[in-house]
């Protein structure tokens, strides 16, 4: 595989691990000591506010399993990457992308099946994060990892 | 064209026929025998359900025209994909993406004009689905090819 | 870095200076006669009907600065690109993508903070376009440009 796919990919295995809340799959695709910064992009012209910081395997998997939200029945999250700039040198990377978080939740059955008419995807989908990562990547044995990773959010953020 | 470049674009031409309606482009990217299963993925901890299966060109072709519903008047689909996964082996590839559907539905525009102060697009986008591809390719005398899609959606459909 | 990841990411800074309301990034990106069409595409089987052209680094860099509305307090646009068909001859290339905007509103954040049991991004996400980008990009000392850029909206466009 090229590198450059390879270290596009990294990308492609977070957002499922994020969507899944998958604590142990997320924190291996970082370095054992990376750091996690996450900050309100203010726009149009403010300055980043921090809004917090993880460091390390540990509080990465963590916060994925048990800081986002937990799925409630039916429901999912779906987070979309796109307009990837990568940057290659050696065993060093970044790639900057645009995001977006949806919240996807199906509608239950009624026990007499779908109404009379129904058809298609029944249940709603709500856009409700947007903003910006930077990953730092560094190759290790091999393999490409996060060493750090920048989220820049577009809403401000209530905790 | 690198052989990533190329299974990578059979997933931009299948969101274009599907959205086109266009029965035939989309029977031509897939072998005379491949397979389309579709489930609903049952989020977050069910097992996938088998909704439906399609079997060979033919049938393809005919879900695309004739199984979704059509477009209205001014009405389109834009059937996004992101966070591909792609591996390709020899003559043999397999790209996992994400996708999500929104349906477009234009404002009729009113005999007298725009209303005063109207600016930018008038009418609606609304996301309708979210959920995975999996496409297995073959390489058939130069030309990538899906031989099986699975399809699983994030939401409970209604037939 | 590859000619296609290199064409690919002039799409990908497109986007952002879209989104900062940056014309003169915009400018940059674009060859100094570079010609800009827009067309409502009318849906489903319509003719493209023209909206709007641009010529030259001038009336782009004026376009992107003070046509599309400027962002409110809180405010911004993520302009998101899925579905890439790229296609390279030489010096000359072209990139189909198709594009969707939302607009981003940042709540307000009361003066006695976040109300108890907030949590989460406080504000909307709003998809308002949807459409394809075809753009031909020609390498000028080995910086790719784009030479022409056809916008077709999903909608119709009130001025």
């Known amino acids: 595989m090229s590198d450059k796919l390879a270290v596009q990919q990294v ?20 370095t054992p000591q990376a750091r996690v910064t996450i900050f309100y992009n203010n726009p149009p012209h403010g300055e980043p506010e921090l809004l917090g910081e993880l460091v390390g395997r540990e509080a990465i998997a963590q916060a994925t399993a048990h800081m986002m939200k937990p799925h409630p029945a039916r429901g999912w999250s779906h987070n979309a990457t796109d307009g990837l700039i990568v940057d290659i040198d050696g065993d060093r990377a970044t790639v900057d992308a645009q995001f977006m978080v949806f919240t996807v939740l199906g509608d ?15 249940g709603t989908i709500t856009p409700i994060e ?15 990892l996060i ?12 905790f």
């Open 11 to 30: 990308l492609a295995h977070y957002v499922r691990a994020h969507d899944r809340r998958d604590g142990a799959t997320m924190a291996a695709l970082f």
């Open 108 to 122: 239950a059955k009624p026990a007499s099946g779908w109404p009379a008419g129904a058809a298609g995807a029944m």
């Open 130 to 144: 947007s903003g910006y990562y930077t990953q730092k990547l560094v190759r290790v044995e091999g393999q490409w």
């Open 147 to 158: 060493e750090s990773l920048r989220v820049r959010h577009n809403l401000p953020m209530a």
